[in-house]
């Protein structure tokens, strides 16, 4: 059969290749570690400058919360500055996140009730620095005209309880959906349609368009060789994932199959989607250049990082039609709510019509002949 | 000729690229069972047309039936039929020569015995038995060629073509490629269409040729037919500084002198009785008060022959094209 020849060529001319392999299982684990560490919320160890003129017992004790703070959360590291014109210009000259200016007559202006004021000047280019910081500041002065801690709590006061339905889910373990996605769009960028641009570059490609082979089995043996590869490397990483962020699995059989229909429709559909796109490309620089483009108009937006409910109304749009959106949601429901197929049928609806779509317009759109 | 014994039939034939004509109006047969060759400078348009007879490319107009099937209507028949080795090396570097084959013949539907069957003899008659198992990336440039000939014929095609058989190979590899190609014909009646700008190549192993310059089919025949058609049994070749058209023209009308081009400094006239002539022809020059660098007398070969009927050396058409490849001038249409 013609179509198991283009598929055994592929996977022969794969295995072959080990730094291809290798990169293509390390590339994604190492996306897990780099973006979980960089988007990881909480900032620590901001520079804050602190210059305090009065001495009385308020100002004392908003210095005793900047300290607490320092030595807990540790948001900010304090500099105490005798100067303010000092303090000031080197928020400017970005020695220092914010500077705190605490005036001679704070104190005073506490005990008369008559709008104490502390100054906290910010390097507001820095947003999320800047917005760290006040946040932790006010509640710093905030406190200060707490005299005692109630030792008992009011009985008529509304009390929120909240109840977490599904096991709690860390920052890491919230990125395994996309790191899994992310594995599955590598794959598929580098098999399949990848390959033929490759034969092209090489001159290899007229050796088999030369030949009887028809346009499905060119396009489909690539595909499904594609799909072998990366299904293989997608479920590795997937492993490899749950264990190193401990993902609790409660029903390995249900979840595992579930997981494994979402790669493999997932796979599907890009791989067509890049044959739709590179069909016709010869250079392996052009791919290059888009790939860039599609990881991050495809990634961003599919709620592997960030809530899609959080994005502006037309990028939710995008989002609609993202396939790596509906990847990511399938997988987190899994993983996370513990459930089987059932609960993820419009996902998957979504990504076999995304699959059969794109392959009908691959298969379609890929030409035989030369330019 | 019979309909039957027709291997390839072109009917006005076009290939166009924007406003660029790379093959213009070409019509021509070859005969069942011929090795024919399509002889032109790079960028003649000989792969053009090799691209549009083997399904490649579609032509903008025209017709052509090969094997009996037309190559826009029924090109899957075509590619059934026939056996591709492009000027371009398209072994798989990462298979190793067995492979090649192998899948090249799964390809073709070829079943595993015959396979088992056939790889190891023809891997023997192109000398390479011994690196069949061996990655292709650790061939030379001739073992490819070698190997891409002996991978196309796995299939047993009907008409086999070749896009420049030879090019880019030591003298050594082209002769084993020269006696591989005289090999096919003794065999199967295979059908034989070959391009080459090596004049020698199409003179050792055609047996009809066509010449293509500018996209445009010059002439067409047995090399001894071509030979025939240029009036003048040998050639003269003077080197002449500071020639002019007045000498040329002068020597021109000398009775035994056919025809005569000049190119450059270099006069070539078309002779009868060369040998008894050439001191008569060297008078006439320096009559006219110019010298003779050199003089050389020989007997017409398909070169002289190309000369004739393009008024330019192939070789040095070649080189100006190598010139501006070496240079980064795309020659877009080179192929």
Redesign the interface.
């Known amino acids: 059969m013609r179509l198991l020849a283009v598929i055994d060529r592929d996977l022969k001319k794969f295995r072959r290749n080990p730094v291809v392999i290798a990169m293509s299982i390390l590339m994604p684990i190492l996306y897990l570690v780099i973006l979980g560490n960089s988007f990881q919320g909480k900032l620590q160890g901001l520079p804050l400058a602190v210059v305090r003129d009065d001495t009385g017992q308020s100002s004392r004790r908003v210095m005793e919360n900047l300290r607490a703070i320092a030595a807990g959360p540790q948001t900010f590291s304090i500099i105490s500055l005798k100067d303010q014109q000092e303090a000031i210009a080197g928020v400017k000259a970005g020695i220092y996140k914010a500077a705190i200016i605490i005036p001679a007559d704070f104190s005073r202006k506490v005990a008369m009730q008559a709008v104490p004021e502390i100054g906290l000047f910010l390097d507001n280019t820095d947003g999320i620095s800047a917005e760290s910081i006040r946040g932790a500041v006010n509640g710093a002065i905030r406190a200060i005209k707490t005299e005692y801690v109630p030792i008992r709590e009011k009985a008529d006061e509304v009390r929120l309880r909240d109840i977490n339905l599904y096991a709690k889910v860390d920052y890491f373990q919230s990125l395994v959906p996309g790191v899994v996605i992310m594995a599955i769009f590598l794959g598929a960028l580098t098999t399949g349609a990848f390959n033929l641009v490759m034969d092209r570059f090489l001159g290899v490609d007229e050796s088999y368009m030369l030949t009887p082979l028809s346009k499905m089995d060119i396009v489909g043996g690539l595909i499904i060789s594609g799909l072998l590869v990366t299904t293989c490397i997608a479920t590795l990483i997937f492993i490899v994932s749950i264990l190193i962020t401990g993902i609790p699995f409660t029903n390995w059989l249900k979840q595992g199959v579930s997981v494994l229909v979402v790669i493999v429709l997932t796979t599907l559909g890009l791989l067509s989607m890049m044959f739709v796109l590179m069909g016709r490309l010869s250079h392996p620089r052009i791919v290059g250049i888009l790939s860039g483009f599609l990881n991050v108009i495809l990634f961003f937006p599919s709620g592997a990082v960030y809530p899609i409910a959080s994005f502006p109304h037309w990028l939710q749009l995008f989002a609609k039609v993202n396939p790596e959106a509906y990847a990511v949601h399938a997988l987190k429901t899994i993983l996370f709510k513990g459930t089987g197929i059932s609960s993820i049928s419009h996902d998957l609806a979504f990504l076999a019509c995304f699959t059969i779509v794109m392959m009908t317009t691959a298969v379609l759109s890929f030409k035989r002949t030369v330019r | 000729m019979t309909q039957k014994n027709i291997a390839v039939e072109v009917t006005g034939i076009t290939r166009k690229f924007g406003e660029f004509t790379a093959v213009d109006n070409i019509s021509f047969q070859v005969s069942e069972g011929q090795i024919f060759g399509f002889l032109g400078t790079n960028g003649a348009g000989k792969t053009t047309l090799i691209?549009m007879l083997?399904?490649?490319?579609?032509p903008t107009s025209g017709q052509a039936r090969v094997a009996g099937f037309d190559v826009t209507a029924d090109?899957?028949q075509v590619?059934?039929s026939?056996g591709?080795v492009?000027q371009?090396?398209?072994?798989?570097?990462?298979?190793t020569g067995y492979?090649n084959m192998d899948?090249?013949g799964?390809?073709?539907?070829i079943s595993a015995r015959e396979r088992r069957e056939r790889i190891p003899h023809l891997l023997e008659l192109v000398g390479l038995s011994a690196w069949a198992d061996h990655?292709v990336a650790s061939y030379s440039g001739g073992m490819r060629r070698r190997l891409?000939l002996a991978r196309v014929l796995v299939h047993r095609p009907r008409i086999l073509f070749l896009d420049e058989p030879t090019i880019g190979l030591d003298p050594q590899s082209r002769r084993v490629v020269w006696d591989f190609i005289r090999t096919l014909r003794q065999g199967d009646a295979m059908t034989l269409f070959l391009t080459t700008h090596y004049m020698d190549e199409a003179e050792a192993l055609c047996e009809r040729v066509a010449i293509i310059d500018s996209g445009k089919l010059i002439a067409i025949g047995s090399p001894d037919e071509l030979k025939a058609r240029i009036p003048g049994s040998d050639i003269v070749t003077l080197k002449v500084p500071q020639l002019t058209n007045d000498t040329v023209e002068q020597i021109g009308k000398i009775p035994f002198v056919h025809s005569v081009t000049m190119e450059e400094n270099t006069l070539r006239a078309y002779v009868d009785n060369g040998a008894e002539n050439l001191p008569l022809l060297i008078e006439t020059i320096k009559a006219d008060g110019l010298r003779v660098v050199s003089a050389t007398l020989h007997e017409q070969s398909l070169e002289d022959v190309f000369i004739h009927f393009t008024g330019k050396s192939i070789r040095e058409e070649t080189k100006k094209v190598n010139f501006l490849i070496g240079a980064g001038i795309p020659q877009k249409w080179g192929r």
């Open positions: 691209r083997t399904t490649l490319l579609r090109p899957d590619r059934r026939i591709v492009p371009s090396l398209t072994s798989d570097l990462d298979l492979e899948i090249y799964r390809f073709y539907n990655m891409e």
